[in-house]
């Protein structure tokens, strides 16, 4: 037997498994994960490492392998649990170990932790009051000031002291050398947050709030760990239950993890979760340095901390004693990584859990249908709120039929009714926000006159308008020119619907001349915090109108509200992407959300050129199982998650030519061994970007109802590129149950 080892998960030049023999003493307690000491390199030299497996043969030249040492004194169990954990990420999403390690263990960090170093007068009281002496007589000023302030008080912190004192680095080191004095460093973590100790109030919990904490709590007292869909409208009271539910974990001594989406990760989400925890929460976010996230989970590790909220990655975090994930917010896309590997935060959540005897929490107001399947098939269980817990009843709806407007002579962006709506708020002093769904839009071609979108013929997704004047399907390759006149209606009004923020918010001074407006989209939000920044200038009523992209629908509250205008409601619908329905619905229904969660009763304008699609209906009606039970039915009839299984397999390379070859004998390989044929092997097609700087891209999807036998091909596929020099030039990288197309 030999162990297979990861030297060093920190430097790309050792992205590579070491052989290494088991000495007798270690037979049989090896285990995967283990921090070991291994010789490395010429001069043998003591080196750890993590065993990630075992092999029984040697895979070169076996006197040349080198033995074991010993296992790492200090090797942490729970390190020893994100390693198997990794295993299972490699296996279920492909890559390789390394990705999958650099995945879930932090990296160490290069830069120097912060010092903290204090000073610490050496001399008694009698020698130090003779040494000041010495000090003035020599008109040694800046030694004698700092002695004189260490006479007052011993030890002090370094940097305020010498910064109070004006005293130079050399006069320090002076008195360090005469032994005076003497600096001491000790290292500290850095702590992200800046702390209120404050207890905030727990609210009376509504009845299905208790309902849900008490069942949960039931459970886990029980010992029986699960997986938990809180279902609810935004501002159901969510939040509140998780927290309580964390109460409970902690109170039997476990660690909890709450995953929020970036986006969502406000300061007042986090001063929550501090005002019930106090200091032993603490944050994870992109914009911290490497060095920051180390120091979080040193923290971590040394038992400071009980709640880390963070996004996806927030989901690796070191406990030692794991009792709850939450994810909130679970149906996001930004779950599922788009690095390889592809893992997808609720699964890995749920996997986690189970090897460490946690529970996860999932809560959405609008549930991913694999959650909701999910409750349906009895492996989730579900907890309903059904109503608003603070204050704020439900919008009112209106469709607007962007069809007829345009018969009736109407060809702005703005329906009749959303102006004259727009007209009633300014006059009342109340705030509109203006939705303009751009997301997922990738050039389908629609006509303005009767809302017909043209759409391959065997897949029934949007074609995508491609440059050269040609029309493709990103899923088959289809393609046809682009048409000139709708083939419905016979109106030149078609082709790519293209209105962006800039032009909305042109308009929009136009037409109400005298309202400030506030525009929030990817150019006025790329400095720093720039998206805070507008959020609260108009949470602070310093703008009228705020129009952006599906930024503002999240996070933030604005009780003064009262009416929201979703713009091209469709856009995001022919997205040729099988989730684009499930991605319009959740997008309309937290759009319409954000009108009225003060006093007064919120209006929504949906406009739309399909109002008639169930996506619109049932937001239009808040109606989410409406919407489930259609969607549904489109996802058993083509054969796509969570019905079925779907894995999207991504070649690239800087040569055309070889890639279209590589493609199709991968391709043919996969029905090779899939010999029953129990597979649907879709393409190799052209991606909708089918080069980037160079490199040239084609995709192959697989599908099948077992996630089981996906898992094998791809391994299988692994081991065939792996020793076939034709893929050499080429990368290829497996995406489970995409979320975007590629
Ligand atoms: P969600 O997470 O579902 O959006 P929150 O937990 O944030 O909901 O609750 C929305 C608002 O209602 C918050 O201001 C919260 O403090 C308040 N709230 C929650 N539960 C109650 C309750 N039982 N009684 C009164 N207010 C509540
Ligand atoms: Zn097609
Ligand atoms: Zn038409």
Not at 61 to 72: F, L, M, P, Q, V
Not at 206 to 221: G, L
Request: net charge neutral; hydrophobic share 35%; proline share 3%.
């Amino acid at each position: 037997m030999y162990a297979d080892i990861i030297i060093d998960i920190t430097h790309e030049k050792l992205d590579k498994i070491f052989q290494y023999g088991i000495p007798s003493e270690l037979e049989g307690m090896l285990k995967t994960g283990m921090e070991v000491i291994v010789p490395f390199g010429r001069g043998n030299k003591e080196t750890r490492g993590y065993v990630v497996g075992f092999s029984e043969r040697a895979g070169y030249d076996e006197s040349k392998i080198k033995e074991i040492i010993r296992t790492a004194e200090d090797s942490i169990a729970i390190e020893a649990k994100l390693v198997a954990l990794a295993a299972w990420l490699k296996e279920y999403y492909g890559g390789t170990m390394i990705q999958a390690l650099k995945t879930v263990i932090p990296i160490k960090k290069q830069e120097k932790m912060r010092e903290k170093r204090r000073i610490r007068l050496l001399l008694g009281e009698e020698e130090g009051k003779w040494q000041l002496d010495v000090f003035l007589h020599k008109n040694q000023k800046a030694r004698a000031r700092l002695l004189a302030a260490l006479l007052d008080q011993p030890e002090q912190d370094y940097d305020l002291l010498t910064k109070k004192l004006h005293v130079t680095r050399e006069v320090v080191r002076a008195l360090e050398d005469q032994k005076i004095i003497a600096l001491n460093s000790e290292k500290v973590l850095r702590n992200p947050i800046g702390y209120r100790n404050r207890k905030d109030q727990i609210p009376d919990y509504t009845p299905e709030q208790k309902h849900a904490v008490s069942s949960f709590r039931e459970d886990y007292e029980r010992g029986i760990r699960g997986t938990y869909l809180v279902y609810g409208i935004t501002g159901s009271g969510k939040t509140e239950v998780y927290m309580e539910m964390i109460a409970g974990v902690l109170a039997q001594g476990r660690q909890a993890i709450v995953l929020i989406p970036e986006i969502a990760l406000t300061y007042q989400t986090v001063m929550r979760f501090c005002g019930r925890f106090g200091d032993r929460v603490s944050i994870l976010n992109s914009r911290m340095s490497q060095g920051e996230r180390y120091d979080q989970m040193e923290r971590v590790k040394a038992g400071e901390v009980d709640v880390m909220i963070g996004p996806r990655s927030a989901l690796f975090t070191p406990f030692a004693h794991l009792g709850l994930i939450v994810i909130d917010e679970e149906h996001e896309t930004s779950y599922k990584s788009e690095q390889t590997p592809r893992y997808h935060a609720r699964e890995t959540a749920v996997r986690r859990a189970q090897m460490e005897g946690a529970s996860v929490v999932l809560g959405s107001a609008t549930p991913s249908l694999e959650s909701f399947y999910a409750c349906k098939q009895g492996t989730f269980r579900m907890f309903e709120l059904k109503n608003r817990a603070g204050s704020g009843e439900l919008p009112q709806v209106y469709v607007e039929d962007m069809r007829k407007e345009m018969k009736s002579g109407n060809r702005s962006i703005l329906s009749d009714r959303l102006k004259a709506l727009i007209e009633t708020r300014l006059g009342r002093g109340e705030q509109i926000m203006l939705f303009l769904n751009r997301r997922g839009y990738a050039g389908f071609v629609s006509c303005r006159a009767c809302g017909y979108v043209v759409k391959c013929p065997h897949c029934d997704v949007a074609l995508s308008a491609h440059r050269g004047g040609k029309m493709v399907c990103h899923y088959c390759g289809y393609e046809e020119a682009q048409v000139r006149a709708c083939p419905s209606c016979g109106s030149q009004y078609i082709g790519g619907f293209k209105a962006g923020t800039q032009q909305v918010e042109e308009l929009v001074i136009r037409q109400f001349p005298g309202a400030r407006v506030l525009r929030m989209d990817m150019d006025t939000t790329r400095t720093k915090d720039g998206h805070e920044k507008i959020l609260e200038a108009f949470a602070g009523e310093e703008a009228d109108i705020l129009i952006g992209t599906q930024m503002i629908v999240k996070g933030h509250d604005f009780p003064n509200v009262t009416l929201v205008g979703i713009l091209a409601a469709d856009l995001s619908l022919y997205a040729n992407d099988y989730r684009a329905a499930e991605r319009t619905f959740q997008l309309l229904t937290q759009a319409a959300g954000r009108a009225g969660r003060g006093k007064s009763k919120g209006e929504v304008v949906i406009q739309t050129y399909s109002p008639e699609h169930y996506s619109i209906e049932m937001a239009a009606a808040q109606d989410y199982e409406g919407f489930y039970e259609s969607e549904m039915e489109y996802r058993m009839l083509m054969g796509y998650p969570p019905t079925e299984q779907l894995l999207a397999v991504l070649l690239t390379g800087p040569d055309e030519a070889v890639l279209e070859t590589a493609a199709k004998y991968l391709r043919e390989f996969v029905l090779r061994v899939d010999k029953n044929r129990i597979l649907k092997v879709i393409g190799p097609a052209s991606p909708y970007v089918a080069k980037v700087s160079d490199v040239y891209r084609r995709i192959l999807y697989l599908k099948g109802t077992e996630y089981r036998m996906l898992i094998e091909v791809k391994n299988r596929m692994e081991q065939y590129i792996e020793i076939n020099t034709g893929f050499r030039t080429l990368r290829i990288q497996f995406d489970f149950n995409p979320m975007n197309i590629f």
